[in-house]
RNA sequence: GGCGGUGUAGCUCAGUGGUAGAGCAGGGGAAUCAUAAUCCCUUGGUCGGUGGUUCAAAUCCGCCCACCGCUACCA
């Protein structure tokens, strides 16, 4: 039986249109999904959209829709982004389901079995202009003696009855387990914030509001609507059929990664595992926070105008190209800038310089001179064997941690050996001397060629399948496994076109 | 304020005790199979400052400076 992975992206709020964080997510997502796919692994992916609370019921309101209608447009958009961003998902599950409805109330009703809600008043100072809380430190008094917000909005100490979760109860085998599970959350910056955080008294949580009505209906108590997060975060296992335990889809609990943004780590980190302990369930293995991206070095958005349209981005250049420049340019984890400039460079050096260049002169060769099929391997200088051996285990580790520019920056290693083996050998200087290491030169080439564009499918599927067409490589020998298998001398290869052409900017 | 992090070549960063590294950019050369792509060589750094530990510090410790994150219930 294969081994089972189950990744998740944040459920993506609808409260505006996707931009390029979003599609980051989903492709960072997506290449672990593939690579796991790849490497024997029995995945599920699964993707969606947050459409409860108070903000989204705001918006309706003001786009003159109801809020169903409203986030049924807004939640297909995203999905759009998904299939824009060629994002194999299993499942794009949306918070507004029934099903979901069931499986929150369910982990609700849990929850209040097992002693951990109370019902408690929700209090604190509240500016009806901002409609937020603010706590006592971040006020002011301003001239007229009246309490202020930071924003100058008047505030009144409200009182709201609430439902509390008793999170406080779980802080102890919080910490334990983080102390336990060293891997449980990355980047490790994030899990010393996140111990941080714990180092101080964790409160209960307050879990539901009747300040609005677009949520899920506390069972048993209508004129509450669950908070957000409850209702969110239970999205995870919705997905997999909970309540129903026995559902085909729940041996995927826990989940192997939420991938989620750094801004909610801590829902991830403190609120969702605690509440899964005090249902009686499994926690995730890990949460891996990515960082946030600039626009030529400013933060992106609406009102400076510089918000990056993914859609768009791919029009230009290709899915591809951005698939691999948001992956390759920084850290995973850390927050990156996105300039056209470092996008088109990476585009030309790595992409089409290195690798498709590589490609290109290798079988381009091979149809001119070597009959246009697999040459015959030889006794050619093992320089590249290390290569073909590691990359593999070596890609396959640093996936594992997340570590995608690792990955990239291991396999260029590899490719850049390539132009400089292919130099070193000069097989159109073999031609003339000695066609037997001329073809054992090439093959080598191939080989070498044949693990990078298959290790890199999940990175940049439709290119590197362009790729493995051109090296001979069938349809049912592009996983990991079977790279052992080695593509047989004499197989037909097709004739060769450049996968990643220069991309030149208009003179307009 | 408290806790944590970062500061290394023009740019982006790797390097956690033992003669300063990569990619890109700059300079020189080679080759000509290839998307004028590639390969080789090379310029360039008092590793934020300062004091200390050590035979030896970018790497450990103290202090200082700059920048960043977290410091809970909008997501």
Do not use: C
Request: net charge negative.
């Amino acid at each position: 039986m294969k081994p089972l992975y189950y990744v998740t992206t944040p459920i993506f709020y609808v409260n505006g249109a996707p931009h390029i964080g979003h599609a980051y997510t989903m492709i960072a997502a997506d290449v672990l999904a593939r690579f796991k796919r790849l490497d024997g692994y029995e995945v599920y992916f699964l993707t969606g959209t947050d459409e409860h609370g108070q903000k989204v019921e705001k918006a309706a309101q003001d786009a003159g829709l109801s809020p169903q209608a409203f986030t049924d447009q807004i939640s297909t958009n995203f999905a759009e982004l998904a299939a824009q961003m060629n994002i194999t998902h299993d499942q794009f599950i949306r918070t507004t389901e029934a099903r979901h409805r069931v499986a929150s109330q369910a982990i609700w009703n849990k929850l209040q079995a097992n002693g951990h809600i109370y019902l408690g008043g929700y209090e604190g100072w509240y500016a009806i202009r901002d409609e937020a809380f603010y706590d006592e430190s971040e006020l002011s008094t301003n001239a007229a003696g009246q309490r202020v917000a930071p924003t100058g909005a008047p505030v009144e100490f409200v009182t709201e009855p609430s439902y509390f979760f008793r999170m406080s109860a779980f802080q102890e085998q919080l910490i334990a387990h983080i102390h336990a599970n060293p891997d449980f959350i990355g980047p490790v910056a994030r899990r010393n914030e996140v111990l941080g955080f714990l180092k101080e008294p964790l409160r209960d949580l307050s879990i539901s509001r009747t300040s609005f009505k677009w949520g899920v209906p506390v069972p048993g108590d209508e004129a509450h609507v669950m908070y957000v997060w409850l209702d969110a975060l239970t999205n995870y296992i919705t997905a997999l059929g909970y309540p129903d335990e026995n559902a085909e889809l729940w041996k995927f609990w826990p989940a192997d990664l939420h991938l989620v943004g750094k801004d909610i780590i801590r829902f991830h980190t403190v609120y969702w595992p605690t509440m899964l302990m005090a249902a009686g369930l499994p926690v995730p293995k890990r949460v891996f926070a990515h960082g946030w991206w600039t626009v030529e070095g400013e933060k992106m958005s609406k009102s400076v105008g510089n918000v990056i349209d993914p859609a768009e981005l791919a029009h230009v250049f290709s899915v591809d190209a951005i698939r691999y420049f948001l992956l390759r340019e920084i850290t995973f984890g850390s927050d990156g800038d996105y300039s056209r400039a470092a996008l088109i460079r990476r585009l030309n050096v790595e992409l089409a310089n290195d690798l498709g260049n590589l490609a290109q002169r290798t079988l381009s060769f091979i149809a001119k001179n070597a009959g246009g099929v697999m040459p015959v391997r030889g006794k050619a200088d093992a320089t590249l064997d290390g290569f073909i051996a590691a990359l593999p285990g070596q890609v396959r580790e640093a996936i594992d941690r997340q570590g995608f520019n690792d990955a990239l920056e291991t396999i260029w290693v590899a490719i850049r050996a390539g132009n400089a083996y292919i130099d070193q050998q000069a097989p159109w200087t073999l031609r003339k001397t000695d066609l037997v290491q001329m073809e054992a030169v090439l093959a080598k080439l191939v080989d070498l060629l044949r693990v990078v564009a298959t290790l890199l499918q999940p990175f940049m599927p439709e290119s590197m399948a362009k790729m493995l067409d051109q090296l001979g490589v069938s349809d049912d020998a592009r996983d990991i496994a079977t790279l052992l298998v080695p593509i047989a001398s004499g197989t037909v290869l097709p004739p060769p076109a450049g996968v990643f052409p220069r991309f030149v900017e208009d003179a307009a």
